[in-house]
């Protein structure tokens, strides 16, 4: 077998992508009336979950590259989503979200219920329990971890 037949037949990584763009592509079609990514709201729910959070442990927890969240940090600063202070050592970040953050959080709801319905459909009760239960595992390494 040659090896772009293989790695086309069982990559994971490649179906995983696959997977990720479809799902995310409802929730950003059903957020983009409020003008925010289904990234943007997954980063500004983790941050009001954990708040105040450390940049870089929201970078480890998230598994985002730095860079990546800090493009992000700063676009939804600047809309008054959260607010980014200096941390008291070093010069690390400490973000918190914004009233006006928990406010876009309550105004999206009923958006992101939609799509997570539309999601938990396509995916079907089969797929959709597992993969949930994956990715708990991992999160809940991630949190022992930190």
């Known amino acids: 077998m040659a090896p772009g037949e293989e790695i086309g037949r069982d990559c994971l990584a490649a179906r995983v992508r696959l997977l ?23 980063l500004l ?27 992000n940090m700063h676009l939804m600063e600047e809309l008054g989503l959260i607010r980014i202070a200096k941390a008291e050592r070093g010069n690390g970040r400490v973000i918190s979200i914004t009233d006006v953050g928990k ?12 799509a997570q319905h539309e999601a938990a459909d396509l995916l079907g009760s089969d797929t959709r329990e597992p993969l949930k239960r994956l990715v708990d595992g ?8 930190s």
């Open 20 to 42: 990720n763009r479809v799902i995310s592509g409802l929730y950003d079609r059903a957020l983009r009336p409020y003008d925010v990514t289904v990234a943007q709201l997954n």
């Open 45 to 71: 729910s983790a941050i009001a979950q954990a708040e105040p959070v450390a940049a870089g442990k929201l970078a480890d927890l998230l598994s985002l590259e730095i860079s990546t969240l800090s493009r």
């Open 103 to 114: 406010r876009k959080l309550a105004e999206v709801l009923p958006a992101w219920r939609a």
């Open 138 to 145: 991992l999160l809940a390494e991630r949190l022992a971890g």
